[in-house]
């Protein structure tokens, strides 16, 4: 990594901002140089911008960049080596508006921390991000696609549309990783067209069926064969293959695996089960809960491999993390989700600067931290000064300009209406009464 790589990756995206774009770029230098804010006005004080505080709601308002052409800018930089197939993580996380009453389009969204209405409910908008993950181990994940999970929208159905737009734009088959919510029927039918590889967890009391037995030539084939309930040790049926490994964190694993299963409202698309528990030195498992993945896809890499692979998507929750406690992502409280949807379109961005810093930087820890050989996103990001001072800026300096007449005398002021909250509905199929009940 050379600093022409940072600095023409830099140039483009200053390109790909569209309108305001000098305020914009200087924004988000502002972003990855600024510890810590309390509100969105003070990343105006940064020296990385040369603006006022006004412009940087001015700068959320008036920009637009396009989300398609920084989409693509991102994949030409991926690099993996040729052997090893590319890695794709797809989550949600909620952006919290409890107290924005007049603030469109807020639904009921979960948060594992428990803040909010009730022990994992508040009131706010959700956002959908599908991530590059390009390590093994590490909290390293870079944003393909981050963007707000409209009222009308599922993180399902938006999840499949971000997957449907990145792969179309790289030239070999990713491997995308997913967390419980979407290890269902619904996930695998609406992304089978899809050429990618899918790995799911799945809830632990999801049931599957195993493909049904050859035609006895009476009635109607059959569609499912056993039933398999996950959390019914009854029900299951030898393996088709098992090992044991012994993994330097995890300690003792055993791993399972069942094939030609299938969810019962997805009969024509076989996955493969498979079941990962930590064992005791006796042998023994250590919970009564284990980790279910279920496999979709061409050809399954080795057992061994590929429970391993699921542990990188985790590098995904780091980055939400990362994202609202050091970009300052929850930070603004904007009134308008246009402008909280611009706002977010920069923080993939940020991330993507980062990493092409981070062998370029020089790790400068706190006298309270230790030093760390391989450098997270928060270190480059606290280190990154002296080298955006080096790179330069494409933004051009601002324009002075005579003072604003404010507001007209006697105009009268338009309080925004309340907007209630949205309450997704997901309708099922009703059942046709029986005609031939009288």
């Known amino acids: 990594m050379t600093y022409d790589t940072l600095q023409t990756f830099r140039a483009e995206a200053y390109q790909h901002l569209s309108r305001a774009h000098d305020a914009t770029f200087e924004l988000l230098d502002a972003v990855m140089t600024t510890r810590h804010v309390y509100s969105f006005a003070e990343l105006s004080q940064s020296p990385l911008f040369r603006r006022c505080w006004p412009s940087l709601y001015e700068t959320v308002k008036d ?67 599908l991530a590059w993950i390009p390590e093994a181990s590490g909290s390293w994940a870079l944003p393909l696609r981050h963007e707000r999970i409209t009222s009308w929208e599922s993180p399902i159905t938006k999840a499949v549309w971000q997957l449907k737009q990145v792969c179309r734009d790289l030239s070999t088959r990713p491997l995308s990783l997913w967390d419980s919510e979407y290890g269902c029927a619904s996930f695998v039918l609406k992304s089978a067209e899809i050429e990618a590889d899918k790995l799911m967890r799945l809830r632990s009391n999801r049931n ?76 023994n498992p250590k919970s009564t809960r284990p980790l279910w993945l279920a496999w979709v896809g061409q050809t ?44 977010s379109d920069l923080m993939p961005l940020v991330s993507w600067q980062l990493w092409l810093a981070r062998k ?18 928060g270190r ?11 790179l330069g800026s494409p933004a051009k300096p601002p324009k002075t300009r005579g003072k604003s007449p404010g507001w007209p005398k006697g105009k009268a002021r338009k309080r925004k209406p309340l907007c209630p909250i949205v309450r997704k509905s997901y309708k099922r199929k009703k059942k046709e009464p029986d005609k031939d009940a009288s």
């Open 380 to 390: 480059v990001a606290d280190s990154i000064a002296p080298l955006l001072a080096q």
């Open 300 to 343: 399954m890499p080795p057992l061994n491999q590929l429970w391993q692979c699921y542990l990188r998507r985790f590098a995904l929750e780091h980055w939400y993390r990362f994202l609202k406690q050091r970009l300052h992502w929850t930070v603004p409280e904007f009134g308008s989700t246009q402008a909280a949807e611009r706002w």
């Open 63 to 129: 920009s637009r960049p396009h989300r398609q052409k920084l989409m693509r800018l991102y994949i030409q930089q991926i690099t993996s080596p040729a052997c090893q197939q590319m890695v794709l993580a797809g989550d949600h996380t909620p952006w919290s508006r409890p107290d924005a009453k007049r603030l469109p389009e807020r639904t009921y969204e979960h948060q594992a921390n428990g803040e909010g209405l009730g022990s994992a409910l508040t009131v706010g908008q959700g956002y959908s991000t």
């Open 208 to 283: 599957l069926w195993s493909a049904p037995p050859p035609y006895g030539g009476h009635g109607r084939p059959r569609v499912h064969g056993d039933k398999f309930k996950l959390n019914d040790v009854t029900t299951w049926w030898s393996a088709d293959e098992e090992i044991e490994v012994q993994h330097p964190q995890l300690g003792r694993v055993r791993v399972r695996c069942w094939r030609t299963l299938h969810f019962r409202q997805a009969a024509a698309h076989p996955l493969n089960l498979i079941q990962v528990q930590r064992l005791d030195e006796a042998g």
């Open 360 to 377: 370029l930087v020089q790790d400068s820890p706190l006298p309270w931290q230790k030093p760390m050989r391989t450098i997270s996103p």
